[in-house]
């Protein structure tokens, strides 16, 4: 079945440091891709999406490439801040499963002064 | 517009006890998905509702189960709660047709003592 492996984390940054989050999948067809973030004590949200190979999604500084080469959609930032730090979760939807996103295990993300 | 909002926000449950949570979608969003998030488990998806009817569940026991009704508008059942219940549960909604990603609620945060 579809598959999602995030790195596993937790990732501590200095501010304005760069951030890589790696994300791999495994699925049959052709997903979509996302990256949600979870700040603490609320829900998900949508981060970027992209939704076919070469896509490119991008928000608040982050942005990940869907490589369909080696099913990656790895997010990146080029300087995080103390307010980037969240639990980042990578995921993916297609049609067989009715677009129920299929999560990764999340990356737990602190950033310090 | 209104995000997808759920109830109650927090709840605390004694073991063999049922519960009821709620979830209204984002307005014109047909499918509710729901997903349990409990510590060191990740997301597992739980349930999918679209147009009233339950489209797929997830590895989860037949005492969780739900339904949608003709305002999209969602309830998940969780009969005979037992303590490793106890998580945070997420609802999410997607509009008909689009893999655009769904949208998340808060959350219900559920206690089972």
């Known amino acids: 079945g579809d598959s999602v492996t995030q790195m596993e984390g937790p990732v501590t940054l200095s501010e304005e440091a760069f951030l890589t989050i790696n994300c791999t999948y495994t699925?049959?067809?052709?997903?979509?891709l996302f990256w949600y973030v979870q700040y603490p004590g609320e829900g998900l949200q949508l981060l970027l999406k992209?939704?076919?190979?070469?896509d490119k999604g991008s928000n608040k500084g982050f942005e990940a490439t869907y490589r369909k080469e080696t099913t990656s959609f790895h997010l990146e930032k080029g300087s995080v801040q103390v307010s980037d730090s969240a639990v980042y979760f990578c995921a993916l939807s297609a049609p067989n499963s009715g677009y129920a996103l299929n999560f990764g295990k999340g990356t737990s993300l602190l950033v310090t002064p | 517009e209104a995000g997808v909002t759920q109830s109650p926000t927090h709840l605390i449950k004694t073991r063999g006890q049922q519960v009821t949570l709620r979830c209204s979608p984002i307005?014109?969003?047909?499918?509710v998905y729901w997903y349990q998030q409990a510590l060191g488990l990740g997301l597992q998806f739980l349930l999918w509702y679209d147009e009233g009817e339950e489209r797929n569940r997830g590895n989860f026991p037949p005492r969780f189960s739900g339904r949608q009704f003709p305002n999209y508008s969602s309830e998940l059942n969780v009969n005979a709660l037992e303590l490793e219940d106890s998580a945070l549960y997420l609802c999410?909604?997607?509009?008909?047709?689009?893999?655009?990603?769904?949208?998340f609620g808060q959350g219900t945060r559920l206690t089972v003592v």
């Open positions: 307005s014109g969003h047909t499918s």
């Open positions: 699925a049959t067809g052709y997903p979509s």
């Open positions: 992209a939704t076919k190979a070469d």
């Open positions: 999410a909604s997607r509009a008909r047709g689009a893999n655009r990603g769904a949208f």
